[in-house]
Nanobody, 126 residues
């Protein structure tokens, strides 16, 4: 079965907004840190935003702080990423992720996340 189901990608002009959504099953949603990584053409994957399952502690890449907001909807087992003031550099494939953050580790290590979505394309035109 598919563990993480992504939606909400698309094309937008610079300065516009998009909202990504990621729905999962309760076993994952209730216990895992969740959020998104992204991969621009020719670049490596980078962490975008992550939220903890209970305290809702958030982590953001410096490049998106103040523009992106991650949130959780407990009733729907869904995490959302509101992306505002989008820039061309935000273009890439966005992957929903779920996993655990070890004490002493960094939030955006790829190895923290054992669950990955299929990816959704976000394109921001100049």
């Amino acid at each position: 079965q598919v563990d993480l189901v992504e939606s909400g990608g698309g094309s937008v002009q610079a300065g516009g907004s998009l909202t990504l959504s990621c729905e999962t099953r309760v076993m994952i949603y209730s216990s895992r840190f969740m959020g998104w990584f992204r991969q621009a053409p020719g670049m490596e994957r980078e962490g975008v935003a992550i939220m903890s399952p209970t305290s809702r502690t958030t982590y953001y890449a410096d490049s998106v702080k103040g523009r992106f907001i991650i949130s959780r909807d407990d009733r729907k087992n869904t995490v959302h990423l509101q992306m505002n003031s989008l820039k061309p550099d935000d273009t890439g494939v966005y992957y929903c992720v779920a996993g655990m953050l070890p004490t002493g580790g960094t939030w955006d290590n790829l190895g923290n996340f054992g669950y990955w979505g299929q990816g959704t394309q976000v394109t921001v035109a100049s």
